[in-house]
C-alpha cells in the first residue's frame, strides 16, 4: 500500500465532505492553505476537534499536531484560560460595541510591555490589515512611494504587496534584481511601481537598492526569521546591517512578525535576534487561536493615527473576544519559565528530527528557532527562496509528509510552511514523533 492509499483509505469521510463542499465553497476550502494545489491531495482532512496538542479528523483519526492552525495555537487546543476568558467576555459582558473598554488599554500595555520597540500599538483584526496599514503609515511618515519586500515572503493579500511570493524564477528576473511579479490575476497594473524586489540573506543588494533608490525608500519590509518559504533564518550580520543601513537612509524598518511574534520569545524575533524595527505586526501568537491582530511601533511614527490622518479603523477591531483571548494569552506566555519550557521540547524534536534523517542517509537539513522549524530536503544550506525552488527536494518533501501522516502525525504538506511546536506538546508527544520519523526515513531511504 503506498502512501497515497494509507490516506485515501482512512479518509473516506473528509473526502465524501470535501467533494459536498466544492458544490458550494470555490476551491471546497476558505483558504489557500488549505486547498488542493497547496498539496492537500486528494482532499483536505476535516477536522472534528482539536484538544492540546492533538487533533483529530471526522474519521477519528487522531493526529499529534504540528500544524496549530499555521501558528496561533501556541497554548495548544483550546486552552483553558484562554477558553474560559472568551467565555466569560461573552456571557457577561458582551462581544462587540463600536466604543471601547478598559481592557483594550490593558491589553496595549502588556504589548508595550513585551516589545522594547513597540511604544504604542494599535489592534487590528487580521495580519493582512496590520501590514497594509504599517506600509501607510511608513509612506505618510517618509513622504515617500517606495517599499521593499524580499522574494519568497508573505506579508497578507492586499494589492500593495502580493507579489513575488513564489514567482517562477524564469519569469522573476536576475538573482540579485528579481522584477515584481503579480501572485496571480487581478492585481491591478501599476502598483508594482512603487515595489523594490530584493533576495533574503543578500546585504549587498540591499545596499545597492538604497544607494539607488534610497530618497525613494519608504520603509523595508521583512520578516526578521523567512517563515513563508519554509523556514530560512537570517544570516549572521544580516539583519543588523539591514537595520543600520534603514536607519541611516531615513527609511522605516518594518518587522512582520506575524509568525514569529510571541512565538520566538515573549518580546518576539526581534527581541530574541536583539534588533529593533521602527514599525512591528503581529497575529498568530498574539490570540491564542482567536483573532487578532496588532501594529506597534514608535511613538512619533504612530502619532499619525493620533488626530486620524492616518485612519486606521474597523467594525470589529477590538472586539470584546479578540482583546479578552489576547490579554488571557499574553498571561499565559508571560508567565516565568514559558518559553525555557517551550524551547526544550522544541529542540528536542528539532535536534531529534536531524539525527533520525541523517542516521538514515537521506539528504536533510532541519532549519528552526525555539518553536518554529522545517525539514529541508537537499544537500546544500537553503539562502533565499531562488535556493528552495533549485535545490529542495518538494516530491521528497511530499513523500515524507504522507508518511508521518499515516502514522499519525500532522503537518502541511507543503515544505514552504512550518512545523509548530505548542506549550501543550509533551515529551511523550515528541517520542512517538520520533517513532514515526524513523519508520519514514526508512523508507525514504530504502526507496532512495
Known amino acids: 500500500m503506498n502512501f497515497m492509499q494509507i490516506q485515501t483509505t482512512a479518509t473516506q469521510t473528509s473526502g465524501a465532505l470535501f467533494e459536498a463542499a466544492r458544490r458550494l465553497i470555490p476551491g471546497g476550502v476558505n483558504s489557500t492553505a488549505r486547498a488542493q494545489w497547496s498539496g492537500w491531495t486528494p482532499h483536505p482532512l476535516f477536522v472534528e476537534k482539536g484538544f492540546g496538542s492533538q487533533v483529530q479528523d471526522v474519521d477519528g483519526n487522531v493526529y499529534i499536531d504540528y500544524l496549530l492552525g499555521l501558528g496561533p495555537m501556541i497554548l495548544g487546543h483550546r486552552p483553558l484560560a484562554v477558553t ?27 504589548i508595550v510591555d513585551a516589545l522594547p520597540s513597540v511604544e504604542r500599538v494599535r489592534l487590528c483584526n487580521t495580519g493582512t490589515e496590520a501590514v497594509l496599514y504599517a506600509t501607510r503609515l511608513a509612506r505618510a511618515f517618509t513622504g515617500r512611494t517606495k517599499i521593499i519586500r524580499f522574494e519568497g515572503m508573505y506579508h497578507g493579500f492586499s494589492d500593495a504587496v502580493y507579489w513575488s511570493k513564489h514567482p517562477a524564477i524564469e519569469k522573476a528576473g536576475p538573482d540579485s534584481q528579481p522584477y515584481p511579479v503579480p501572485q496571480g490575476p487581478g492585481l491591478p497594473a501599476g502598483v508594482e511601481a512603487n515595489l523594490i524586489i530584493l533576495p533574503w540573506n543578500d546585504a549587498d543588494a540591499l545596499k545597492a537598492a538604497i544607494e539607488t533608490h534610497g530618497n525613494k525608500i519608504a520603509a523595508v519590509l ?3 526569521v523567512m517563515c513563508n518559504t519554509g523556514c530560512i533564518l537570517p544570516e549572521p550580520g544580516y539583519l543588523e546591517t539591514m537595520r543600520a543601513m534603514t536607519e541611516k537612509a531615513g527609511i522605516v524598518l518594518i518587522f512582520d512578525e506575524v509568525i514569529t511574534g510571541f512565538r520566538l520569545s515573549i518580546g518576539g524575533a526581534q527581541a530574541r535576534l536583539r534588533i529593533t524595527p521602527d514599525l512591528s505586526v503581529f497575529a498568530k501568537g498574539l490570540g491564542g487561536g482567536f483573532p487578532v491582530a496588532a501594529l506597534g511601533g514608535r511613538r512619533d511614527i504612530m502619532a499619525l ?20 483571548a489576547a490579554n488571557a494569552t499574553l498571561d499565559e506566555l508571560s508567565a516565568p519559565g514559558f518559553y525555557d519550557a517551550l524551547d526544550a521540547v522544541s529542540d528536542r524534536l528539532r ?29 546544500r544550506p537553503i539562502r533565499n527562496y531562488r ?31 512550518n512545523l509548530f511546536v505548542s506549550a501543550a506538546h509533551t515529551q511523550e508527544d515528541i517520542d512517538a514523533t520520533l517513532d514515526a520519523a524513523r519508520d519514514v526515513a526508512r523508507e525514504l531511504a530504502s526507496a532512495i
Open 84 to 110: 474560559q476568558a472568551v467565555v466569560d467576555f461573552i456571557q457577561q459582558r458582551g462581544t462587540v460595541f463600536a466604543l471601547p473598554t478598559a481592557d483594550e488599554a490593558v491589553l496595549a500595555q502588556k
Open 222 to 224: 521583512t520578516e526578521p
Open 305 to 324: 493615527v493620533d488626530d486620524g490622518r492616518v485612519s486606521m479603523a474597523g467594525t470589529y477591531t477590538a472586539n470584546g473576544i479578540a482583546v479578552a
Open 351 to 379: 535536534y531529534g528530527l536531524q539525527d533520525v534523517l541523517t542516521k538514515a542517509g537521506l539528504p536533510a537539513h532541519v532549519v528552526g528557532i525555539g518553536a518554529l522549524m522545517q525539514v529541508w530536503f537537499t544537500t
Open 387 to 417: 535556493d528552495a525552488e533549485r535545490f529542495a527536494d518538494q516530491q521528497l518533501f511530499d513523500r515524507w509528509w504522507r508518511g508521518m501522516l499515516s502514522r499519525g502525525v500532522l503537518f502541511h504538506p507543503g515544505a514552504y510552511e
